[in-house]
């Protein structure tokens, strides 16, 4: 731990930039209500980003100036919330773990707004959707930069949920339709089941830390008094002990897992993958920086920055490892059949992000977010590149209407092999290859994690799957005859504000995976620099001796795999592109499961949203709401007093005189003997 970390009070202003854009533009879309000119929209986001960008890039200058072991640097702003020795600070850390984090926000997130301006410069919706979008969008990256610097829990979590809330607005960015209205809901719905456990884990977190003396929510704080709860044990409620067989758990094994809830959530993974499919609703540069650069990162970043928590739990740290595994595996198998372009890419998303929590459940800290880096590189290229296609063809999406684009589009068909290089891992060229080596390597090694050799078995066999998927989703697009309606394929344009991220990102995919390669095929002494640089913000680890011609073999193996992959793939919708109709149709069953995701959508439609739907209309509403409040409570009450007024008072009112004072003398009367008496 850093005692004295160095004092940087631009880092404030690394998400301050975006965020002002962001209020500006809300001030003018819901107060001024007037148009702002497209160059001043485009000036004020974009330039915000690349600001956030340039500043970053500035502090990790002065980041790597400090010696290894104090490379901390800490802006803070004020106390945000104080009572009795409790404070929380509005408070921003540069470590190199954050370092990394923020420059691959804010410079792949630049890239995502410049490229933006060319794909959204045809939205002229009534709404001024042009610059509402770049409002959500600076928002977005505001959020995610809040996210990763904040010096606290509870900061963290501002930023967490603001990264959610964004997420609905930009999926569903286009609300006029139905579709993408729900699928927005259903974003913002099953990230906020994962919120609960974060939201439990942060509790019980504080009560732990409170429990010794440390009344605080800082990394730093919590890092230094974990040592003195990290053996301490948790009583169940009956009814959870029942269900897991145990009535004591230790505490940083519940902690740990309330935690992985909520990066399950965020970051896509089995049981709460199913939004991010749907996430395919917004228009494609949202899908870049969703499933890029921010929002399915953070949960990798979360479980990377409890580091020290899941060192001191093998079997929250077992399950993270298991959970990634299975659904990397899941989800690869359900791209070999999708359709929709942007689909097949999704699902290649959920599977990604499953080995990023294989390295992590590993304790391969390091690797886990060094893959985390190139897929931001190589995964946003392909979302671009499927964007300029997508408009190449007036919006369409599907893989079964494309085909023989390579002559059209030969630039597109150029940087969508990097990405498809970049993604397959092939060796030496591509920023995957390394990334992955580092987690399969690390795997392997994981003599804690029960059943490891399986999970490499699984990773390797997942390799083979996402490099026939990959080139499957190639093939189709660029190779082979034209199969759409010919009026899809006309008007085909790249100008250079779409291309120039494009060639960007392709060089990064190229080149990207050169930041930390192993020894084993770079033979430098000490050549793995980025698991050097960020040595210092993870937990020690005893190194592993492991003969360097043993590892080479070992990825070259995997590339082996991956090697027939692109071989089926080739001559599948290459060779014989007759023959996937015809496995399609003798698979019967299997191909089904596979093109309606194994049904598990309907699944939880069935066992839960149409009974909680039941539940809300028919008792909470029918029952609740109309029957008892508005029935007995509002409608009752005055049906009540219309009913007395009809029935008893009307008939004291005869209309005559003398009755009337005979009433007000016997009332006087009354009261002047109670009175009196």
Known sequence: MVNDPQVFEL???????????????????????????????????????????????WALVDLISLPPAGRVLID????????????????????PLSAVMCLMVSGVGALIHVYSVGYMDDDERDDKGFQRFFCYLNLFTASMLILVLADNLLLMFLGWEGVGLCSYLLIGFWYGDRFYAYCGSKAFIVNRIGDVGVLVGLCLLFWAVADIGISSVAFRDIEFAFTRISDQTFVLP?????????????????????????????????????????????????????????????????????????????????????????????????????????????????????????????????????????????????????????????????????????????????????????????????????????????????????????????????????????????FLVFEGSERGPAETHSGVEQTAVLMVPLWILAAL????????????FIPLEDANSFAN??????????????????????????????????????????????????????SGFLHRALLNQYWVDDAYDAALVRPLVALSDEVLHQGIDVGVIDGAGVNGVAYGVRSFANDVLRYLQTGLVQGYLAVVVIGACVLVGWLSW
Not at 77 to 82: Q, S
Not at 509 to 520: C, K, R, T
Request: charged share 10%.
């Open 11 to 57: 880092l404030r202003w690394i998400p301050a930039l975006p965020l002002l854009a962001a209020l500006l533009h809300g001030v003018g879309l819901a107060l001024v209500r007037r148009p702002v000119p497209r160059g001043a929209t485009i000036l004020l986001s974009c330039g915000s980003v690349l600001a956030s960008f340039l500043l970053s890039f």
């Open 238 to 474: 009956d009814w959870l002990a029942s269900l897991t067989g145990a009535t004591e758990w230790q505490l940083a094994t519940v902690i740990g897992l309330c935690f992985f809830l909520g990066a399950v959530g965020k970051s896509a993974q089995l049981p709460l993958y199913v939004w991010l499919p749907d996430a395919m609703a917004g228009p494609t540069p949202v899908s870049a920086l969703i499933h890029a650069a921010t929002m399915v990162t953070a949960g990798v970043y979360l479980v990377c920055r409890m580091a020290f928590l899941y060192e001191a739990s093998p079997v929250a740290s077992s399950v993270i490892a298991w959970t990634g595994g299975a659904t990397a595996l899941f989800a690869a198998t359900i791209a070999l059949v999708q359709t929709d372009i942007k689909k097949v890419l999704a699902y290649s998303t959920v599977s990604q992000l499953g080995y990023m929590f294989l390295a992590a459940g590993c304790g391969a800290w390091s690797a886990a977010m060094f893959h985390v880096v190139t897929h931001a590189f190589f995964k946003a290229l392909l979302f671009l590149g499927a964007g300029v296609v997508i408009l190449a063809l007036h919006h369409e999406q599907d893989l079964r209407k494309m085909g023989g684009l390579r002559s059209r589009l030969p630039r597109v068909w150029g940087v969508m092999l990097a990405g498809v290089i970049g993604i397959v891992a092939v060796p030496y060229i591509s920023a995957g290859f390394f990334s992955k080596d580092e987690i399969l390597l690390s795997v392997w090694l994981a003599d804690g994690v029960p059943g490891h050799q399986a999970l490499y078995a699984i990773g390797v066999f997942t390799g083979g799957l996402t490099a026939f998927y990959m080139f499957r989703m190639f």
């Open 509 to 520: 995919s190229i080149f990207g995976g050169y930041l930390g390669p192993s020894e084993a």
């Open 76 to 95: 803070g702003v004020y106390t945000w919330i104080g009572a009795g020795s409790f404070s929380a600070e509005v408070s921003f850390v540069l470590d």
């Open 533 to 586: 640089f960020l040595k210092p913000a993870f937990p020690p680890r005893i190194p592993h001796e492991f003969p360097h011609r043993t590892e080479f073999w070992m990825g070259m193996g995997a590339f082996g795999v991956a090697g027939i992959g692109i071989l089926l793939a080739a001559w599948f919708y290459l060779r014989r592109p007759d023959l996937p109709e015809r496995i399609a149709a003798s």
